[in-house]
């Protein structure tokens, strides 16, 4: 068992093993935080914690769907095992559903969003808040990835538009029951990051207008790097709300 020292701290990184999660499991590794990575592949997440350059160490992989309260509790009992405090979550574990109309969605399909993006969110933070309260020194920080879509949606995207829209109203009810504890909490919303899930965008994408264009991306990286930043500050001190985008994406303006 490797037991967490006072002076490095202990990150959860939920959807961790591709794309946004394993970018910003890079860059809090590199930023001197412990890294725990969690999702429901355990062999994805040993790659990707073998492709930042985590060691047995400094990283711990735990298979877990966020949406299952038990699967939860072990992950957090795992966690403790291992680094016996937390520091932050960033909770950027989702899913969205197929890109079809709303009536023709099956309960099924709009339940897998709602348990993956919004009860995943909850029950994680749920657990960190707990340890938060009751460690020492007391209190952390909470980081809910929101995306461009708590904002404003896409054709056809109303499972994934609504929980990301309830993720705003979670940020900031964290953020305010939080702070007799120490406990920070904002939100950083997402525009295009060049993933394995906006690979489409690249292809051309359906717009407002119900045409189909080609979408800019940014560099994951970038979005690694302002999720440490967040993380970075002192407690005192918190960033509510970000937007970090590719530059030319469509989403400031009107169409």
């Not at 499991?25 to 999702?39: D, E, Q, R």
């Not at 592949?41 to 160490?57: E, F, V, W």
């Not at 990283?59 to 072990?74: H, I, M, Y």
């Not at 937390?86 to 197929?98: E, K, R, S």
């Amino acid at each position: 068992m490797t037991m967490n020292t006072a002076d490095t701290k202990v990150a959860l990184v939920t959807g961790a093993g591709t794309g946004i999660g394993k970018a910003a499991a890079k860059a809090l590794l590199k930023g001197g935080y412990n890294v725990v990575l969690t999702g429901r592949n355990l062999d994805r997440l040993k790659l990707a914690i073998s492709d930042i350059g985590g060691t047995d160490n400094n990283c711990l992989a735990v298979a877990c769907d966020v949406g299952k309260p038990d699967e939860v509790k072990k992950l957090f009992a795992a966690l403790t095992a291992k680094f016996a405090r937390i520091d932050l979550l960033f909770n950027n574990a989702g899913m969205g559903a197929p890109a079809i109309p709303m009536e023709e969605l099956s309960y099924e399909q709009w339940m897998n969003v709602v348990n993956a993006n919004l009860c995943g969110a909850f029950l994680c933070s749920q657990a960190a808040i707990r340890m938060m309260k009751a460690q020492s020194p007391q209190g952390g920080r909470i980081i809910n990835n929101g995306s461009i879509s708590a904002h404003a949606p896409r054709p056809m995207s109303a499972p994934y538009t609504a929980t990301k829209h309830a993720i705003s109203g979670l940020t900031k009810s964290i953020a305010l029951d939080g702070r007799p504890f120490n406990i920070a909490c904002g939100q950083i919303d997402i525009g295009n990051a060049a993933t394995e899930m906006t690979e489409r965008m690249a292809a051309g994408i359906l717009q407002a207008d119900l045409s189909v264009k080609v979408e800019p991306r940014m560099d994951v990286e970038h979005v690694g790097e302002a999720v440490l930043h967040m993380a970075q500050l002192p407690l005192e001190s918190n960033i509510l709300s970000m937007t970090i985008m590719a530059t030319n994406m469509p989403f400031v303006g009107r169409g």
